[in-house]
Structures are given as C-alpha cells and as structure tokens.
C-alpha cells in the first residue's frame, strides 16, 4: 500500500487529474499482488457507485444548480445585506451571512467562495477593503457550507462509515450556524479596526426585513422541509434529494417565475458536468480503496496512534494534523472517501461519536481549501479578485484563530454538536 500512496503523491504532483491519479495508484497494487484477479479492477469501479445513498449526492448537486438558476440565490443575497448592512463592515458580514445561506444550495465551499469572489469582491474592494482582507473573508466564510445541509462532504461520509444522514445534517445545521457567528464577531472586530463602514447608516426596519424574508420564504424553507422530511420518516437522503429537485422547479417555476427552459437547460449541463467529475472519482476511489482493508491498514494507523497515546483528545489532535495536511493537498471529497475507513474506526475505539467526529472531520478537512500551499477556495478567490498569495497569507491569521478556537470548543464540549441530533432523533 506504501507504493500506492507514494504513487498517488507523485501522480498528484505532476498535474495528473485526481480520479486517474486515484485509478492508476490503486492498479499498481493488483500489480503487487498477482494473486488477485484484475477483472477486479472494473467490478470494484463499478460497484462503488451502486450504493442506493450516493444516490444523494447527484440529486443534491441538481438541485443546487436549479435553485441557482431560479432565482433563489439573488433573493438570498438582497436578504444578507438587508440583516447585516448597518454593521461595520457591511459587505463582508453579508458575505458570512450569505455563506451560510448558500450552504444548503451550493453545497462547496469552492463554488461559494468563486460565487462570492464574483458578486461581492469588486464592491468590497470599490470601498476601499484591502484586497487580502476582501479575498479572506470570502473564502473563510465559506467554511459553513462545510456543514449546513446538504453539504455533499457529509453525505460522503455517512456513506462511507454507514453514519445516519439526518443525524449527521441536524447537527451540521446547529454547527454551521455557530461558525457564522464566530466569523461574524471576527469580522466585526476586524472591520470596525481598519475603519470599514457599514452599507447603510441604521438598522433595516422590521417591515423592511419581513418584506425580504417574504421574497426569501420559499428558499428559508428548504432546509427545514428537509430535516422535516428526514426526521418524520418521510423520505431517505437520496429521496430527499429528488424532492430537492421537484422543490427547486416548482419554486423557479410557479413562486419566482424565473427559470426558463434554457436556464434549466444550463442547470442540467452545468450538473452532468460537476456530477461527472465526483462520481468518476468515487468510482476509482473503489480501486484505490481496495487495499487499506485488504492489508489492514486502519488496524496499522489505530496500533501507531493508540501506541503513542491512548487520550482520545491526542488522538483526535493526531487524526486533525493529518487531516489539515491532505486537505491542502487533495480535495476534500477524496479525502473523504479515503480516509473515513482508516479515521472513523480509530475514533470510535476511542470513545467519538461518529456523528460528533464526521462534524469535525468534514470540517478540518474543509480548512484545507482555505489554506496554501494548494487551497482551492483560497485561490479560487484569489484569482477572481487578482490578489497576490502573500496578501492572502499575511490577512488570514485572525480567520484561522477563530475558526480553530470554534472547533476546540466542539472538541471539549461534543453536547454542543449532538444537542439537536439527539433532541430529533432520541
């Protein structure tokens, strides 16, 4: 399995795409071991995409390009500015607010943080935010969709480590809300320090902010119809999704009234497009995945953990470096495929909850795209605003404290995390 990995980091290294950097790593060890039939390698591709529950993650994927297209993200966005406009600031509060919002709609923190970079870094840059400020914000508060539902990192992991799905959404949902409100406090603290004024010189009335939720309503909806829908027994993950879809239609459709058949058209393309590159992936992760159970591998990392220590918060300090690492290097979605078999199993024998530990697993692992050398949110957004890497390393130090010190505290205090899982679902 040495060879594989090696392989991997070198495929990795020299530009190779990570699905066929995945495949061709994960062959190399059938090569190792003649004794195993090589029709393996197309049984296992095929078989890691028959699970019933990825089944979420296209569905989901859809639905977010659907809402996208009717209309539901502009709403969205109006109502951040309409709630957040009177602090210091302004632009960039909203920015977090409508980050968590996307959350349930985007589902990346890579299409969030190009999403934002776009719509909102040219004004904070017209009112004077530096630039390694502005591309911070954006790509930091990005973070949430880390975790608010349907994040497709979540749905990944219960797949992989068999973890209830509704549980693991309840708890993102409290999770990423706390997250807003730390990065909110950061950015106030920040803001009112460079001297950055709000959008607007008072409060939004409450007339005011109901007439925007109104125009929201359909979009506020989603996530409660699907922990709802969840909870009552109504639908699984992978329906769910479905009925994301039929919900994103009906809204854009009969509520807004703006999607038009080529902008479901587009939807339909830009989803086959994005569903395409992680199902391919998936698929030879089952290649590649292959031989960590084969050669015991979780049983090799728990023995070299657990002989260094046995405190399950060392332990979970180890598995955290580890993940921060990867997470600069690969994407989170790999990440996730192959390390949940190898992680979760140690963290349980430890005394973690999985949902407790898949909430912060998703969550470090996410860091990684906010962080160099190879953060594809980070750069995401830095090329969209042109802001030099070393702008963006020299501002992001306050965003890395909090966020760090958000998830100490999950660590120390896990009824924080299952506080809703457990009042929901017993």
């Known amino acids: 399995m040495l060879l594989v990995i090696i392989l991997f980091m070198v495929f990795l290294a020299m530009g190779m795409p990570v699905a066929f950097a995945i495949g061709i790593s994960g062959a190399a060890f059938f090569l190792q071991h003649p004794e195993l039939p090589k029709t393996m390698l197309v049984q296992l591709s095929v078989s890691q995409t028959q699970s019933f529950s990825l089944l979420a993650i296209p569905m989901f994927i859809f639905a977010g390009n659907l809402m996208n297209a009717s209309g539901i993200t502009s709403r969205l966005i109006k109502l951040s500015s309409v709630l957040t406009g009177h602090m210091s600031g302004g632009l960039a509060q909203s920015s977090v607010v409508l980050s968590t919002l996307m959350g349930g709609v985007s589902g990346s923190c890579i299409a969030d943080a190009s999403m934002e970079a776009r719509i909102l870094g040219p004004g904070m840059l017209d009112r004077g935010y530096s630039k390694g400020y502005s591309t911070n914000v954006i790509a930091w508060t990005s973070l949430t969709t880390a975790t608010i539902p349907p994040g497709v990192g979540i749905i990944l ?21 706390l997250m807003m409100i730390a990065l909110m406090i950061t950015v106030s603290i920040t803001a009112k320090r460079r001297g950055y004024k709000p959008e607007r010189a008072k409060k939004a009335s409450f007339r005011e902010i109901m007439s925007v939720i109104r125009q929201c309503i359909w979009a506020l909806l989603f996530p409660v119809l699907l922990l709802v829908g969840l909870r009552a027994g109504i639908f699984t993950p992978s329906e769910v999704g479905a009925f994301a879809c039929v919900y994103s239609v009906l809204v854009g459709v009969l509520a807004y009234r703006e999607l038009s058949l080529e902008k479901f058209i587009g939807a339909v393309k830009d989803s086959v497009i994005d569903i395409a590159a992680i199902m391919f992936i998936i698929a030879l992760s089952g290649i590649f995945g292959y031989g ?24 979970m300090f180890i598995i955290f470096v580890i993940l921060v690492i990867l997470g600069m290097f690969m994407d989170g979605s790999v990440v996730i495929l192959l390390f949940t078999p190898i992680f979760l199993p140690l963290a349980m024998k430890v005394g973690w909850d999985p949902v407790h530990f898949g909430i912060l697993f998703c969550s470090v692992i996410t860091i990684g795209n906010m962080t160099p050398p190879v953060g594809l949110a980070m750069y ?39 506080f809703l899982p457990n009042l929901l679902f017993g």
């Open 157 to 177: 992991y219960g797949t992989t480590g068999n973890v209830s799905i509704g549980r693991l959404f309840t708890a993102g949902l409290l999770v990423g809300l």
């Open 292 to 315: 960590i159970p084969f050669e015991r591998i979780p049983d090799v990392v728990s023995k070299l953990i657990l002989g260094l220590t046995i405190n399950p918060y060392l332990v």
């Open 380 to 418: 995401a957004a830095c090329q969209i605003l042109e802001t030099p890497s070393k702008d963006y390393i020299r501002e992001m130090w306050p965003f890395v404290i909090t966020v760090m010190l958000l998830l100490s505290i999950l660590v120390f205090f896990p009824n924080i995390v299952l």
